[in-house]
């Protein structure tokens, strides 16, 4: 009975990549906790603080094949707490009242945050795998479309030329960011809980740092004698750069989503063939994929601000801010890493009409070259009076519906202090790109050197 | 009062304030005119208590001839608000010291600071209520000149960015025209719940009026001309998210309006344009660049007033009888929304009043478009000789081809296997003409011009003119 568009059977995948739901699946969720279980008692066994048979049993029988799910979830029926339901599963199904040592001397919340940690970094894992992908194929159509020329806009309109390699580059240099912002928290965010109910490790006995040490180690992770259930920043960190990584995508989709534009036609996202995009208009080819990246990254920037609301625990643990977490931190991590296949899917069948672009950038050609042309002529009247000299005239072009080049031609007062091949850069706007082509290959090789340094996979 | 006249907020600022606020707005904001307003409210809370016996009559009559702040020593209040911390006490004592010992000693009686301030700020929210609804009905009252004006032209219809079916321009302002009507309902509506006062005392109990509290809270109403509220709304602040929510829908509004003249401003379309005078510089390093600039300006407001709306529902959140953590939220959320808010409906009565339509490019896009636009209607026509599902593959495969051969519609279709033969051409040609496909279009338009137009009768009239501080001089200077 999937209610929520992440589960849903017949359309699925909108919200959700099978991949990360996996990783937050209700049943590996119970197994991780049940793993947690296990490695405590071993830890414990060794330090002589329980029977080594009893870690050994636990250790057999913690599994979810084992337990009688059916009274796990009628326990849950009976009870509010969200761990002591499978803690009394694992305990029946143990011989010999060795069940009497599980979960022996920790809190609800160690077991819960510390597998929570083992979830994002399997979510930190596919996203950084799935970002350098999506770097590698923006760096290829960087390449690919180097020199492609087309018109740059500001406030909507036509600015001046630029080219589409300088365009992508600059989406590579903020997947880059992120690739780097990834890295580094993974660092800070490898770390688990094993506190004890208030973080004073009471419970835990005479060897409790090592207990602690030991179990986290068997987990691969470091621990820390200072208890974070109150202290929530790593998981704030990781959900605000997860936004930001999603409001780049957002950006790049909506830019394609723009350049989709009937009028404009400079871009389109891949189109699955056969697929109709409208049921009432059979003409129709939507960039579908590019909105749903859209929608998603609203969805992740809200769930981020929930999560850093969060952060304001009172006292030593409280559970208004950590189930807040628990509900907005699954959805936050699928959606991003939905909204980043799709990305992928993209940039990955991006069709880029250069034709269009070219039709496009010779619309107002001689207009988009006005900057040239101002400074061209700064040298001989300077510059503010020039600037004056010439907004008046493309103005005065627009109104009387003539071309730029012409109005500056018929002046009085410039048309003859410019010969033709002075106006030779108004026919040809793709000529006035600057340094695009420098800028494109500086930042390319900078970015291909950092990536040659990444790790292959993180931790 | 200090010797460098600090302006840091950019509604303050001598140069940029003028595109995020008025005049007008910041006047019910000034500083001055608050204490104004709050000794004055203390003033209407004495002569209704020397009414019902709490003070003496001529302890309300002394307290009222003081009741202005230009006898009080404003530095010396300022002084005693860093000494005490608190917000209207050394307010209170500079006025007790302009008034005689005897009378002096009946100010505030009974009050909590919470009741002085919260009223005051209901009478600038019901300034800047006054504000907004003149100018929503005149950005109304523009949309309905324009809708009426281009009911007829007939221009493209868009989804996910592309072109789809045609419609007239007149039907998308009326579109507008609703969506502006919805908002000034609501505005009134909003205006009947949050226009009260506050007078209940510490704990919300009343408790040190006596058995006089419900007779002094209503006299004190009707003199500042207010409701009165059933119970204290110290930590019941669901007014003032109200006020923030629907400033931030009429904002929306606009924005969607703003950002729609943007979109058809591009240089690829055309189609609109926000006003243009000689003069304006877009850029300066592109001399060609005419942007459209108070849209985007509209945009930049309605975000920063819609933040503020998400601060009014964590405003709302209180504990027990009073928090300050919600009220002075407000003092900057209600502020700030309110100089926005009047900023943002001026811009959008010169983006309105200054519309260009460019009716020739409208045209001329519409002719580019017309085979593709008007599929649907293809699609039926077709379909009632060959079948609905069959006529949208047909047409869809045309279509497609269409687009990626560059060839002409009508030429693929009549060579199509389904058509060849069964169809005249010049049926199919009249079947995409897009001035048969405006569907009701001009019926919509009219129909919600007209039922505005009659709702716009019945709401009586709204203030008229600038509003301007009671306490400047004759030439507009302050007196204070």
Redesign the interface.
């Given at each position: 009975m999937p209610s929520h568009p992440i589960d849903f059977d017949i359309n699925p995948n909108i919200y959700s990549t099978p991949q990360l739901a996996k990783v937050f699946d209700e049943k590996t969720r119970y197994q991780r906790w049940l793993d947690f279980e296990a490695v405590l008692a071993k830890a414990q066994a060794e330090m002589g603080i329980i029977p080594q048979e009893a870690a050994d049993e636990i250790g057999r029988k913690a599994s979810l094949e084992c337990l009688d799910l059916e009274a796990v979830h009628k326990g849950y029926l009976q009870s509010r707490n969200s761990l002591m339901p499978l803690i009394n599963g694992l305990r029946n199904v143990c011989r010999k009242g060795y069940g009497e040592y599980v979960h022996y001397g920790v809190t609800t919340q160690d077991v819960i945050d510390t597998t929570e940690i083992l979830e994002l970094r399997e979510t930190l894992a596919i996203i950084y795998g799935d970002l350098r992908a999506l770097e590698m194929t923006c760096l290829g159509l960087t390449k690919e479309h180097r020199e492609t020329p087309m018109?740059a806009?500001?406030?909507?309109?036509?600015?001046?030329p630029t080219t589409l390699g300088l365009k992508v580059v600059t989406w590579c240099g903020e997947i880059r960011r992120h690739i780097e912002r990834t890295k580094e928290l993974s660092q800070r965010l490898t770390i688990g809980q094993l506190g004890g109910a208030v973080g004073t490790m009471a419970a835990l006995g005479p060897h409790a740092t090592e207990v602690a040490r030991r179990t986290l180690e068997r987990l691969g992770l470091r621990h820390r004698m200072l208890a974070w259930h109150s202290s929530r920043d790593h998981i704030g960190e990781l959900t605000c750069s997860f936004a930001l990584m999603v409001t780049t995508f957002a950006k790049m989709a909506n830019e394609v989503?723009?350049l989709?534009?009937?009028?404009?036609g400079e871009l389109s996202e891949p189109a699955l063939k056969g697929a109709?995009?409208?049921s009432?208009?059979?003409?129709?080819?939507?960039?579908?994929i590019c909105?749903r990246i859209v929608v998603l990254s609203r969805h992740v920037r809200h769930l981020a601000g929930t999560i850093v609301e969060s952060m304001v625990h009172e006292h030593e643990r409280d559970a208004r801010c950590l189930w807040g977490e628990w509900l907005a931190v699954p959805q936050l991590c699928i959606h991003t890493g939905t909204a980043l296949k799709y990305m992928l899917d993209v940039m990955s069948g991006l069709e880029v009409h250069a034709a269009r672009m070219k039709k496009?950038l010779h619309?107002?050609k001689a207009?988009?070259t006005?900057?040239w042309?101002?400074f061209k002529l700064s040298h001989i009247m300077g510059k503010m009076k020039?600037?004056e000299?010439?907004?008046?005239?493309?103005?005065k072009a627009?109104e009387a519906g003539i071309s730029?080049k012409q109005s500056v031609v018929d002046d009085p007062e410039i048309g003859a202090l410019l010969t033709s091949d002075d106006m030779e850069y108004l026919d040809r706007p793709e000529r006035y790109i600057g340094h695009a082509l420098e800028i494109v290959d500086q930042t390319v090789q900078e970015i291909e050197e950092k990536r040659a340094s990444d790790p292959k996979e993180l931790i | 009062m200090t010797s460098c006249d600090l302006n840091s907020h950019i509604v303050d600022s001598r140069f940029y304030r003028g595109a995020y606020t008025t005049e007008e707005a910041r006047r019910v904001f000034c500083d001055k005119y608050r204490y104004q307003r709050w000794i004055e409210i203390e003033a209407a809370m004495a002569s209704a208590q020397a009414d019902l016996g709490i003070i003496p009559k001529w302890a309300a009559e002394a307290l009222n001839e003081k009741a202005h702040i230009r006898y009080l020593d404003l530095e010396a209040i300022k002084e005693g608000i860093k000494t005490t911390s608190h917000s209207l006490l050394p307010l209170l004592r500079a006025w007790q010291g302009v008034c005689d010992d005897a009378a002096g000693e009946f100010i505030h009686f009974g009050a909590t600071t919470q009741d002085i301030q919260d009223t005051a700020q209901v009478l600038e929210v019901r300034d800047i209520l006054a504000i907004v609804e003149r100018d929503l009905t005149a950005v109304i009252r523009q949309m309905i000149d324009l809708a009426q004006r281009y009911s007829g032209l007939v221009t493209i219809g868009?989804?996910?960015?592309?072109?789809?079916?045609s419609m007239t321009l007149g039907l998308k302002l009326a579109v507008w025209l609703d969506e502006l009507w919805r908002n000034y309902e609501r505005l009134r509506q909003c205006k009947e719940r949050v226009l009260v006062t506050q007078l209940f005392g510490g704990v919300g109990t009343m408790d040190a009026f006596g058995d006089k509290g419900f007779e002094l809270l209503s006299q004190f109403s009707q003199r500042l001309r207010l409701e009165a509220p059933l119970t204290a709304w110290h930590a019941s602040r669901d007014r003032g998210a109200e006020f923030l929510a629907t400033m931030a829908m009429i904002a929306g509004t606009c924005a969607k309006i703003g950002n729609e003249i943007?979109?058809l401003?591009?240089?690829?379309?055309g189609e609109l344009e926000e006003p243009?005078q000689?003069g304006k510089?877009?850029?300066?390093?592109?001399?060609?660049?005419?942007?459209?600039?108070m849209c985007?300006q509209v945009i930049v407001l309605a975000r920063l007033i819609k933040a503020n709306a998400g601060l009014g529902f964590e405003g709302m959140i209180n504990e027990h009888e009073r928090d300050y953590r919600a009220v002075r939220l407000e003092w900057v959320t209600i502020t700030d929304t309110s100089l926005f808010v009047c900023g943002l409906l001026s811009l959008m009565k010169s983006i309105l009043k200054g519309l260009i339509v460019h009716e020739d490019r409208i045209r001329e896009?519409v002719d580019n478009?017309a085979t593709?636009?008007s599929?649907?209607a293809?699609?039926f026509f077709l379909g009632e000789t060959i079948g609905k599902q069959t006529a949208?593959k047909v047409?869809?495969d045309t279509?497609?081809e269409?687009?990626e051969t560059s060839q002409p519609l009508v030429d693929l279709l009549m060579k199509h296997q389904e058509i060849q033969g069964r169809f005249r051409r010049e049926d199919v040609e009249r079947t995409i003409d897009p001035k048969n496909h405006v569907g009701m279009s001009q019926e919509l338009t009219h129909k919600a011009i007209a039922y505005v137009k009659e709702r716009l009768l019945d709401t009586g009239p709204c203030a008229e003119g600038e509003r301007y501080c009671p306490l400047s001089k004759g030439n507009g200077a302050c007196s204070v």
């Open positions: 018109v806009r500001t406030h909507g309109q036509q600015a001046l989503f723009q989709q534009k009937t009028e404009i109709m995009a409208s009432t208009m059979p003409h129709k080819k939507n960039p579908v909105q496009n619309l107002h207009m988009i006005s900057e042309l101002l020039s600037l000299k010439l907004h008046e005239l493309s103005n627009m730029f | 868009r989804t996910h960015t592309q072109h789809a079916l943007r979109c401003a591009r240089s690829e379309t243009f000689m510089v877009g850029s300066s390093t592109m001399p060609h660049k005419r942007n459209p600039e985007e896009n478009a593709l636009i599929t649907e293809l699609m949208h047409v869809y279509s497609m269409a687009i």
